[in-house]
């Protein structure tokens, strides 16, 4: 059984810095392609950053620049570097994984691209 856990969240002011980790364990990790999600309250789940298996990265364009996806396979971890947050990314934020190695429609920043989620971490970002 795949499970993931969040960690890293927390309370930072506007412009400031976050690095969220999930790490992976029940299977081989490196054989995930693996996505970062937020939900605000009330708003849908929203895809922000993903990396497959050969490494290959997506971001949704509101974190360009600002946000950086990683993974290190001999850790069984993934990484969101958060940079120059704003307020309107408060939310909790989701990672997931799939063995899938391939999407449909070709972008990973869909939720129903994933198999698998953590529990996520809340990121509150204050003005």
């Known amino acids: 059984q795949v499970q993931l856990v969040e960690s890293g969240g927390g309370s930072v002011q506007s412009g400031g810095s976050l690095r969220l980790s999930c790490t992976v364990s029940g299977s081989t990790f490196s054989r995930y392609n693996m996505g970062w999600f937020r939900q605000a309250p009330g708003k849908e789940r929203e895809g922000v950053a993903s990396?497959?298996?050969?490494?290959?990265?997506n971001y949704v364009d509101s974190v360009k620049g600002r946000f950086t996806i990683s993974r290190d396979n001999a850790k069984n971890s993934l990484y969101l570097q958060m940079n120059s947050l704003k307020p309107e990314e408060t939310a909790m934020y989701y990672c997931?994984?799939?063995?899938?190695?391939?999407?449909?429609?070709?972008?990973?920043?869909?939720?129903?691209?994933?198999?698998?989620w953590g529990q996520g971490t809340q990121v509150t970002v204050s003005s």
């Open positions: 997931a994984a799939t063995p899938r190695p391939y999407v449909v429609g070709g972008t990973w920043l869909k939720v129903s691209a994933y198999d698998y």
């Open positions: 990396i497959t298996t050969t490494g290959y990265t």
